[in-house]
């Protein structure tokens, strides 16, 4: 491993990063909300097609020449430089915010692969709410790295414009009394804005770009895979929602296992369950046209888990409750540090965030609903427990009226 200091350059050749690599920022802000963000720009250094902007709104380029993960303070990019045209002639990666600035960064870094890291704090900058971490660019017929660590007065929208592109004019959420969907933003505008939708009730109507319906929507829950550690007892931890409820032993030591499912309605009246629990993971290219992509048994997983929802067929599903529940390992959502985000190509990422104290393990996310083809995205956010013979997912399906028939279930 190559040790980089702010302003030194290398080959990557001569790191032996000869093929597809990972460019990982571990980025250390606290509480403070920091975006990053891959450029890739042209040998005028703008950005001369937007699509090869990587960032929390466009999580690939074309070709997946580049890909990123956003995890929590770890984003990582796949990178494939054989893959870039011609005209990009540099990816510069960048972290910006809007909350505070880069002096009260923690133990930063930027790491190519195994090969090379580059260290940085935020006692390398002042009230910067920007910094341009590094760089990949051609020179001489060859592709080098540059540690940048350079500060910038803007945040992301400054960096934006900076490198020559423009933002698209954000909109606010739509009430639901109001049919009329948002105006979409010009195509050749960058969307920097994302949704969080704060109380229980809040509510959102996203439009289609075109006929083709809403693409592949990716609907996703991540949380602290460390949030165990200190939270509780491991007698409280072990004590295990699904165990009351199935026999289940008590759980792994150490362990967090978060779940995201789903109750869906289809236009034709059908209706059912995608989860884990009875292994019913659901279809993607036939009905229901959703899939849940895996079980995180561990936590281990970077990326979480996924529910993908085939948008190009959204004319056939009526709605569609997404759900969690806290298999085993923490005793309550807030210690979870969780978040669900709702990712529809073209449109602000949706965000609903899990803190809640409640002991209930069953939480009703947010509803997505088929309204005269425009999808409205509802955050629900309500907690629900067994009761005797009546289960949580019982509970829920009867407070949102699906009437499914539940039996016991487990996870081999």
């Not at 097609?49 to 303070?73: C, E, H, W």
């Amino acid at each position: 491993m190559t040790n980089f200091t702010r302003g030194q350059k290398g080959k990557l050749a001569d790191l032996g990063l000869n093929g597809p690599f990972a460019v990982t920022l571990d980025i250390v802000s606290g509480s403070m909300e920091v975006d990053v963000s891959c450029f890739g720009v042209d040998a005028a250094g703008k950005l001369s097609d937007d699509r090869y902007m990587v960032f929390f709104n466009q999580k690939s380029a074309p070709d997946n020449a580049i890909t990123v993960d956003l995890n929590g303070p770890r984003s990582t990019f796949q990178v494939d430089l054989a893959r870039l045209p011609a005209s990009i002639d540099k990816l510069v990666f960048t972290a910006a915010t809007e909350q505070g600035s880069m002096r009260a960064l923690g133990n930063s870094s930027m790491a190519l692969g195994q090969a090379a890291t580059f260290a940085f704090t935020g006692n390398d900058f002042q009230d910067e709410k920007a910094v341009i971490i590094g760089e990949l660019y051609r020179r001489d017929g060859s592709w080098r790295f540059g540690a940048v660590g350079q500060g910038f007065a803007g945040g992301l929208a400054a960096l934006l414009k900076h490198f020559g592109g423009s933002e698209a004019a954000s909109s606010s959420p739509a009430p639901v009394s109001t049919p009329a969907a948002p105006a979409p933003p010009p195509a050749n505008k960058i969307s920097l804005s994302k949704i969080r939708l704060e109380k229980r009730g809040d509510k959102i109507s996203l439009d289609k770009r075109d006929s083709g319906g809403y693409g592949r929507i990716r609907v996703n829950l991540n949380w602290n895979q460390n949030a165990s550690q200190g939270q509780a007892p491991a007698s409280k931890l072990d004590t295990g929602f699904l165990g009351k409820l199935f026999n289940k032993p008590a759980g792994r030591a150490g362990g967090i296992d978060l779940d995201i499912g789903c109750l869906f309605e289809m236009s034709n009246g059908s209706k059912s369950a995608v989860q884990a629990l009875g292994n019913s993971w659901g279809a993607y290219d036939r009905p229901p046209y959703i899939h849940l992509e895996g079980d995180d048994r561990t936590g281990s997983i970077s990326s979480g888990e996924n529910i993908f929802i085939n948008g190009t067929h959204f004319d056939q599903i009526k709605r569609v409750l997404v759900y969690a529940f806290i298999y085993e390992g923490v005793p309550n959502w807030a210690a979870t540090d969780g978040m669900v985000t709702i990712e529809i190509p073209g449109q602000p990422t949706v965000e609903v965030r899990l803190d809640s104290d409640s002991q209930h393990a069953m939480c009703a996310i947010a509803m997505l609903e088929n309204h005269d083809g425009n999808l409205q995205v509802t955050k629900l956010v309500e907690y629900f427990g067994g009761q005797g013979k009546i289960t949580a997912h019982q509970a829920m399906d009867e407070r949102y009226n699906f009437g499914l028939n539940w039996k016991a279930g487990r996870k081999d």
